[in-house]
């Protein structure tokens, strides 16, 4: 029996969310026929599993642990297995759909473009070995450098699918720079199809890469920049993100390795661009290491702020707008274009959620009591020029600190503290300060 007729025996219809997720209150708890003929619940059954396993292994005489997947033979009860099978049948009903879902979405949306979207499918290929026409034995291994090539096919309503690869010396696949490869096509795609400002992005969900939420910040960040209204990115279902682009990182290397057995060298980025850019209709772009370093440096202390969205790995779709100028996005477990919304991509369909990307900085209060004047915040240290101090302070039940006052800076106030001190007055006088 397959899996899909398993499956097709336990839920209502296969094709909806509620049943595969076991949200129906129909199909929640039924569970597949067992023929019990040749054997009992309570008889010992042996079966093999995949199973991830801690491995001791010897290195420079030291004992090293490793995690390895391998094969395992298994002897329980019949019972324990139906128990194990129908646990583990619960989360391949969810990937099984997951999988025809966000495929049906792509096909869909893919037919059905509206003048103003761009729907942009990438990946990253794996990455190309410089290679040399002629070299000497040592050379051979280990030597050679890489170049990543980061592939995207580019739909648009009316128009033939247009194929980019962007190269790069850098073997970095980190958001930073992805980026650096995105942001030089976005441009061209903006230039040359001045009304698109709509972009729906597909791609796999590697953890390391796309999906995690420095991306979703460069996201927002750069469709703002690149004056883009909204945009949506959707991600295949684990394991299942094979695409036309890797189509087109095929279609390189297949072009770089005839260069080398024509005579021809393949040292670096540079020499691969000159050598493909007059042979293949596909778009080429370089992209710089300093590029990469540059988006780093500039987004390092909203890096460190960042809050990760709940669940990441579950999420299947998130939405950027670029009208609110915040740093909020929306997110939600499956992708959506239904025609339920003006918005196209933009419904509320499948329990959507909102999240802020950074963290807020909040206004922190510090109370601290002394008879010392260490007790001061730094402006307000007693000296001989700031004898007066009434206007740098305000009775505990005024909580609108100082607006202006010569001892006091007049930059808006971002976070302030309050400090208690003993003082002959029954008084408590409450300092405002910055730090």
């Known amino acids: ?160 699918p247009r194929a980019y690869c962007t190269l790069s010396d850098s073997t970095d696949h980190s958001p930073a720079a992805i980026w650096a490869h995105l942001r030089p096509i976005l441009i061209d795609i903006k230039k040359k199809v001045p009304q698109i400002n709509t972009v729906h992005v597909f791609s796999d969900g590697p953890a390391t890469q796309y999906k995690q939420k420095k991306n979703f910040y460069l996201y927002k960040l750069y469709l703002e920049d690149l004056n883009f209204e909204k945009g949506t990115w959707n991600f295949s279902e684990s394991y299942h993100g094979k695409s036309a682009a890797d189509g087109i990182g095929g279609v390189i290397k297949r072009l770089l390795d005839a260069k080398v057995s024509h005579g021809m060298d393949v040292s670096d980025t540079s020499t691969a661009y000159s050598l493909l850019k007059e042979n293949t209709t596909v778009n080429l772009f370089c992209v710089k290491e300093s590029d990469i370093i540059e988006i780093k440096s500039k987004n390092q202390t909203a890096f460190e702020s960042l809050v990760p969205v709940p669940k990441t790995m579950k999420i299947h779709q998130i939405q950027v707008e670029t009208e609110n100028h915040s740093n909020e996005i929306n997110y939600r477990v499956l992708s959506c ?50 004898t007066n101090m009434s206007a740098a302070i305000s009775k505990s039940e005024n909580k609108t600190p100082p607006v202006s006052s010569k001892n006091i800076p007049t930059v808006p106030i971002d976070i302030f503290g309050a400090v208690d001190c003993d003082s002959d007055s029954s008084d408590i006088f409450t300092y405002y300060w910055y730090y």
């Open 1 to 160: 029996m397959k899996l899909i007729n398993i499956l097709e025996e336990t839920v209502c219809d296969t094709k909806s969310k509620e049943c595969m997720y076991s949200e129906c209150n129909i199909c929640e708890t039924t569970s597949p026929t067992y023929n019990f003929t040749k054997a009992k619940k309570y008889d010992n059954v042996t079966w093999i599993e995949w199973i991830t396993k801690d491995v001791e292994y010897e290195k420079n005489d030291e004992t090293k642990k490793t995690k390895k997947v391998v094969t395992e033979s298994k002897t329980e009860k019949l019972e324990i297995l139906i128990n194990l099978f129908e646990k583990e049948l619960t989360k391949f009903k969810e990937h099984y759909f997951n999988i025809w879902h966000q495929y049906n979405v792509y096909r869909n949306l893919k037919s059905s473009l509206q003048h103003n979207e761009v729907m942009i499918h990438c990946d990253f290929s794996e990455n190309y070995t410089c290679k040399m026409h002629r070299q000497i034995q040592s050379a051979h291994f280990g030597t050679q450098n890489q170049i990543s090539l980061h592939t995207s096919v580019i739909y648009v309503k009316s128009s033939k």
């Open 337 to 386: 274009f239904c025609n339920g919304s003006s918005m196209r991509g933009f419904c509320d369909c499948f329990n959507i959620k909102r999240h802020c990307l950074l963290k807020s900085r909040p206004r922190k209060r510090t109370r601290l009591t002394s008879d010392s004047d260490d007790c001061l915040p730094l402006p307000f240290k007693r000296t001989a020029h700031t």
